[in-house]
Nanobody, 123 residues
Framework: QVQLVESGGGLVQTGGSLRLSCAAS????????MGWFRQGVGKEYEFVAT????????AYADSVKGRFTISRDDAKNTLYLQMNELNTEDTAVYYC????????????????WGQGTQVTVSS
């Protein structure tokens, strides 16, 4: 059974940092994209970042570019999201996704999802 378990969310002040982790089990995802999405209250799902297996290609939403960094440790089957310079607009539930054969900027590309971790940024 495949599982993705996120951790690292919490409450942080504006300008602060958090590091999210997503531990995958049940299969390896080293040959597919893994990514992060988020959903704020009353908002739609939003792509945040993706890490494609091929050559370490990454992609980011414009809203987080320069502040967030996605990385992966395929030996540990774990995905990370380092979030710096957080602001209130980043408040959301963050979801890890895995198993996209393409670049992975669309939620429909992914076959596996975590349960989400809450990130709250206070002003």
């Amino acid at each position: 059974q495949v599982q993705l378990v996120e951790s690292g969310g919490g409450l942080v002040q504006t300008g602060g940092s958090l590091r999210l982790s997503c531990a995958a089990s049940g299969r390896t995802f080293k040959n597919s994209a893994m990514g992060w999405f988020r959903q704020g209250v009353g908002k739609e799902y939003e792509f945040v970042a993706t890490s494609h297996w091929s050559g370490g290609t990454t992609a980011y939403a414009d809203s987080v570019k320069g502040r967030f960094t996605i990385s992966r440790d395929d030996a540990k089957n774990t995905l990370y999201l380092q979030m710096n310079e957080l602001n209130t607009e980043d408040t959301a539930v963050y979801y890890c996704a895995a198993g996209a054969s393409g670049i992975g900027t669309w939620a429909t590309e992914y076959g596996f999802w975590g349960q989400g971790t809450q990130v709250t940024v206070s002003s």
